[in-house]
């Protein structure tokens, strides 16, 4: 029997459209089991440029049927849970609504007070209807209870059990599911049109459905509380690492305080490091804090949807939402576990670690800080790709060989992906693209004229070439040169366009040879940096390049074998490894 409070979870959860938070017009369920009213979700995917659709809370991406949110399935369940809680008792003052002002009979006009309900009618009846329904032939088998055992709840799994569905074709009670069809059918469908076919009753087939849901819901319960202890931690690493700033920061000022006048610059510098080191990771836990959070809501949300399917449901619904369910149960059991696990690699301590007099101050380390986020206690190591069930990523195709035919490659300098999943190959020594789709077979070729070196692809369909002199070649939906990009300014006169990304700002950065160039869409320079050398701001003359979610500029140094991070902007925020074969070294 459920409690008044779980009564008023439901209500907030769902029987309140989370967009408009109002009660449901015309509820539709989308496949990561939210509900939204169909005119909100209307509203919603007119405010979209491109005519797509993503869940208001989740932000999964929802593909539409041809008539648009009109043929995404209705939400009947939420009405079925509006109607229980209109059985309930609502207390005001300490007296139920029926004691003060009563509710009509559904059955009568006189206007009294309701006092008993027909589970078989489904009708609200006053005393005089009550009497009058027990007398007649019709109705006097009916099953008639008091409407305080009606709000107690000894009733719902009869309630429950009575609800049936009809058939669509011949208007008869759903009694039977259909293993072949998938799908629920009555005694007349049996003998017709699914006679030879494997079918059980539907009672039975709800049982069934209902024991695999259960299991997956276990599944799921156990992420839900792995969200939990992966927040706690994150909290616990938020709340330490201010005082681990604070530390290393007076630790640095106390050696400064040994060291001549001339170290005083390094002091300084050594600070503004720290203080980017502390701000970056600062956002970090902010960020992952934020997403941890919300796979936590979403997997409580779809636990409650679950339970109230499988606790309200009737058969017929059950079977109607089993597939959804199950899926998505999967799907929030399995999601972004793998993710945690790479991501508590980059959740990093500091130290202060002094050097000899001859690095006249020392510098600061982040040493690594694993934190489990499987149950089992998953360690990252280096080398192996983590799966959310602990194995190996598995080869699934080998694509070309070399040569000079088609879907054959003579040095693959570059790859890109394209929006619609086809795969583009900078094949350099033969002089042009190759366009691979999905399932690894070759779908048509570019011929460039020069030596392509690497390659990337625009949210737009087009794509931008590097390799030849100081020019990018801009290359439309079909593979069709549309335009070339003069990139002005560069030290190096012998050295070509190599590494190139796109930030989310749209700017184009551009490497040719030591020097890194930011390009507006347009192909005008506005930004460059880089010198020769090993500094901070210097570079060997083999790089390449991408960037981040926060459009920091990331390069790789191949002469000088490390990653330097720079903001939007070209500011040295740090660099990562060093030259060798331990972990971390290049």
């Not at 009846?125 to 008091?146: D, E, G, P, W």
């Not at 009753?201 to 049982?207: C, P, T, Y």
């Not at 931008?464 to 002199?469: I, R, S």
């Not at 570079?539 to 990331?554: G, M």
Request: aromatic share 6%; with cysteine.
């Amino acid at each position: 029997m459920a409690s008044t409070s779980s009564y008023t979870e439901i209500t907030e959860e769902f029987l309140v459209c989370r967009v408009c938070f109002g009660d449901f017009k015309q509820p539709k369920i989308l496949p990561c089991l939210h509900t939204f009213c169909q005119p909100c979700l209307e509203r919603l995917l007119a405010t979209e440029p491109v005519g797509k659709l993503s869940c208001p809370t989740c932000r999964q991406d929802v593909p539409l049927p041809k008539n648009g949110v009109q043929g995404l399935k209705s939400n009947f369940l939420v009405g079925k849970l509006h109607d229980i809680l209109q059985q309930q008792p609502k207390e005001k003052g300490g007296t139920t609504q029926q004691q003060e002002g009563g509710v009509p009979c559904t059955v009568c006009d006189e206007g009294s007070n309701v006092e008993f309900y027909c589970v078989d009618c489904a009708e609200y009846l006053c005393q005089s209807c009550s009497n009058a329904h027990r007398r007649l032939k019709a109705t006097r088998s009916h099953k008639v209870i008091t409407i305080q055992d009606l709000q107690s709840g000894q009733f719902s799994t009869e309630l429950r059990a009575s609800e049936t569905s009809k058939c669509e074709e011949h208007n008869e009670l759903n009694k039977f599911y259909c293993d072949t069809c998938h799908r629920v059918i009555c005694l007349h469908c049996v003998v017709t049109a699914h006679k030879d076919h494997q079918y059980v009753e539907i009672e039975k087939a709800a049982d069934r459905e209902r024991a695999k849901i259960k299991g997956k819901l276990a599944t799921v319960k156990t992420t839900a509380d792995l969200h939990e202890k992966w927040i706690e931690e994150l909290r616990a690493v938020k709340g330490e690492w201010p005082s681990q700033v604070q530390r290393t920061e007076e630790r640095i000022k106390q050696r400064t305080k040994t060291i001549i006048e001339a170290a005083k610059k390094v002091e300084k510098d050594r600070i503004s490091q720290l203080r980017a080191m502390n701000a970056a990771r600062e956002k970090q836990l902010e960020i992952t804090m934020e997403a941890a959070e919300m796979d936590l809501a979403s997997a409580k949300s779809c636990i409650q949807f679950t339970d109230n399917v499988l606790e309200y449901g009737s058969p017929a619904e059950v079977i109607s939402k089993a597939g959804e369910l199950t899926g998505r149960l999967e799907q929030t059991s399995d999601e972004k576990r793998a993710e945690k696990a790479e991501l508590s690699r980059t959740l990093l301590d500091l130290t202060f670690v002094e050097q000899g007099v001859s690095q006249l101050f020392g510098e600061i380390k982040q040493v690594r800080k694993q934190i489990p986020y499987t149950s089992e206690g998953t360690q990252v190591r280096s080398n192996v790709a983590i799966r959310v069930d602990g194995a190996r990523l598995q080869h699934i195709k080998t694509v070309g060989k070399r040569g000079s035919g088609d879907g054959q490659f003579d040095f693959l300098s570059s790859l890109a992906v394209r929006r619609e999943g086809d795969i583009v190959v900078a094949d350099r020594n033969n002089a042009r693209l190759q366009f691979i789709s999905k399932d690894g077979s070759f779908k048509k070729k570019v011929d460039l004229g020069f030596c392509p070196l690497c390659v990337v692809a625009l949210t737009n369909g087009e794509l931008l070439v590097t390799g030849d002199g100081h020019r990018i070649h801009v290359l439309d939906k079909q593979g069709r040169e549309s335009r070339v990009i003069q990139v002005t300014g560069a030290a190096e006169k012998d050295k070509t366009t190599k590494g190139i990304a796109v930030d989310n700002l749209g700017r184009i950065i551009v490497t040719i040879g030591y020097q890194v160039f930011v390009l507006s869409p347009s192909g005008n320079v506005k930004l460059k940096f880089g010198d020769k050398g090993q500094g901070p701001q210097q570079f060997s003359s083999s790089l390449r390049v991408t960037v981040n979610s926060s459009n920091q500029i990331i390069i790789s140094d191949g002469g000088n074998n490390n990653l330097k991070i720079f903001d939007p902007n070209g500011r040295h925020l740090f660099t990562s490894v060093t030259r060798g074969s331990g972990p971390g070294q290049l």
